[in-house]
């Protein structure tokens, strides 16, 4: 089963504006990751958060994670309309060797001009 | 450079019919991964290869065999397709062992009738 929720399953904000999204997990996670989806395009890395990471930065993108409440956050300051895609949250447990991702189901972005 | 290729794009199967679809990667990776996604929600991981030579199940294996041919080629194949496998299936590669990030390639839209 998947181990990611996410909330919003959609969001639709007007260009300039902040999109959150969130995302909460099951089990104890190494490292946290978001990725980028366009419509029928493979997925592209964001962000990466460590477990002993609270906050990260890059470019319009902030992370937060919150390891006491297994969540995390993706803000996108001043939103633009190539922004619009489906975000994915992915982690990789403590306890696989294999670095294999575990998904949330996603949230669907519409940025309007 | 072209990263993670996949090939077909499309492929549409009767049910019981057999295919391989096939994945490469430019980037001398060690690690490969097959995820499927369904409409609406994460990847899950069918089957992922470590290194060259090896190969282990994910959380959706069955119906599902791989191949690890060499370092830069990792295949799925279905033996007797089923409507359930109707899906977009990824490959994805990662780097050195400490890192984490996935390298995604197109996908491939898989239909069963």
């Known amino acids: 089963s998947q181990q990611g929720e996410e909330d919003p399953q959609a969001l639709s904000i007007q260009e300039g504006e902040n999109a959150t999204m969130n995302c909460s997990y099951k089990?104890?996670?190494?490292?946290l990751q978001w990725y980028r989806q366009n419509s029928g395009r493979g997925l592209v890395h964001l962000i990466l958060?460590?477990?002993?990471?609270r906050e990260k930065h890059s470019g319009r993108l902030r992370v937060t994670l919150d390891t006491s409440k297994k969540s995390s956050s993706l803000l996108i300051t001043a939103s633009r309309a190539a922004d619009t895609a489906s975000y994915f949250c992915a982690s990789t447990g403590e306890d696989t060797g294999r670095r294999a991702l575990t998904f949330g189901s996603g949230t669907r972005l519409q940025v309007q001009p | 450079n072209a990263g993670v290729t996949q090939t077909p794009k499309f492929q549409v199967l009767k049910t019981g019919q057999s295919m391989t679809l096939q994945c490469a990667q430019d980037m001398n990776h060690n690690s490969m991964y097959w995820y499927r996604q369904d409409p609406g929600m994460g990847l899950r991981l069918i089957y992922y290869s470590a290194s060259e030579g090896t190969t282990d199940k994910g959380e959706v294996p069955n119906g599902y065999n791989v191949s690890r041919l060499n370092k830069r080629e990792f295949s799925l194949r279905l033996e007797s397709a089923a409507p359930s496998q109707t899906s977009v299936y990824f490959c994805?590669?990662?780097?050195?062992?400490?890192?984490?990030?996935?390298?995604f390639g197109p996908g491939t839209r898989l239909t069963v009738t």
């Open positions: 958060i460590r477990s002993n990471e």
């Open positions: 994805a590669s990662k780097g050195q062992e400490m890192s984490y990030e996935q390298y």
């Open positions: 089990t104890s996670i190494n490292n």
